[in-house]
Every structure is written in structure tokens, then in C-alpha cells.
């Protein structure tokens, strides 16, 4: 899957044009534990994926996983970003709740998903001022 994402990335998300498209290795020490797959539209949104290694779940990696990389992306002047859960996923959707992203409707779409959203715009200058003395490589610190 991530070759065909790689290869073939999606132009557009419902009317907005994917400008960048990112992925993070979640890394705790020298393990990989997870990935976050990001796309940023031209609107200043960008939608997540992200997935964490069964053996190493349950143990807040996604959690501090999604803190990181909304730092991030408030750095990068993103000013919300989304994430698409199945309805039938407590897992991911308490995971993105606990993140601080919340949900206007549980209403699921004709795919079956349910959009919840954190507002970064608020957060940038006090985040910015953290992130950037320890942020260049392409990778996010799951620790
Ligand atoms: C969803 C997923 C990423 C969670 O990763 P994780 O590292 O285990 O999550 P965390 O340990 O950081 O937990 C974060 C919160 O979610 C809750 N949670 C995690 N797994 C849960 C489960 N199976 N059932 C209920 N709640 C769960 C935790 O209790 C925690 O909430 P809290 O902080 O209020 O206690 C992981 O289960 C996964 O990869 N699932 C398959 C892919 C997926 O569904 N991705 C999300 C949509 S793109």
C-alpha cells in the first residue's frame, strides 16, 4: 500500500488540491512502532492516517505519535487538520479523541467514516517556539 500511495498519490480530497504529501516513521528508540501518512490541501487542512504495530499498541505511541506531528504541521502553518475513522473502531476513534481532535457528527459517510478535527491555528506560536531547535529530520520520536 504504501508503494501505490507513493507511485500514485491522490490529486484532491473532496474539492481541495493535495499541495504536499508526507509520511513520518514512528520510531521509540531504534524500533519502528508506526507510521502517519499526511496530506496537506490548499486550504492550510491536512487529512492523517496512521497505524501502530499490534505488538507495540496500547501504550500511548499514537497518542504522543499525533501530538508530535500536529506540532509539527501548526509549524508548517497548517491551520486544522482531519483524520477519517471507521465507525466501527473504538480504537481509532478514542485514540484521535485523546489527541484533541473532536467530532461534529457521528454520522458516518457513504464510505463509512466519521471525520474528527483539531484546530492548530491557535496553537502556533507557543508550539513553533519548541519544535523548531529539535525538528529537521523526517521523523517522529514515538518516546
Ligand atoms: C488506533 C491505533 C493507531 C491506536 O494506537 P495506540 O498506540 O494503541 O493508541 P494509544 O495507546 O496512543 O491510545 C490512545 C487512546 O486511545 C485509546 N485506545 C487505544 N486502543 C484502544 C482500544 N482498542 N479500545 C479502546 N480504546 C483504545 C486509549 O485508551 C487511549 O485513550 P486515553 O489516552 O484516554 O487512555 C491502533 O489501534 C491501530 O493502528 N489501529 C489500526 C489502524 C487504525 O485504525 N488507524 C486509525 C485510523 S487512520
Redesign the pocket.
Known sequence: MILRLAADPPAEHRGHRVIDRRAWIIEEGDVR??MIDVEIYDNRAAG???????I???????????AAIATRLASDGVQKVF????TD???????????GFTCRSRQPDAEGFVYLARQLSETVVEEVAEVEEVEEAPRVSGA
Not at 48 to 54: T, Y
Not at 56 to 66: K, M
Not at 92 to 98: D, F, K, N, P
Open positions: 512502532v508506526g492523517l492516517a496512521f497505524v501502530v504495530a499490534p507495540h499498541r496500547g501504550r500511548g505511541v499514537a497518542r504522543r505519535a499525533l483524520g477519517g475513522v471507521e473502531s473504538q480504537a481509532s476513534i478514542r485514540c484521535i479523541e485523546a489527541a
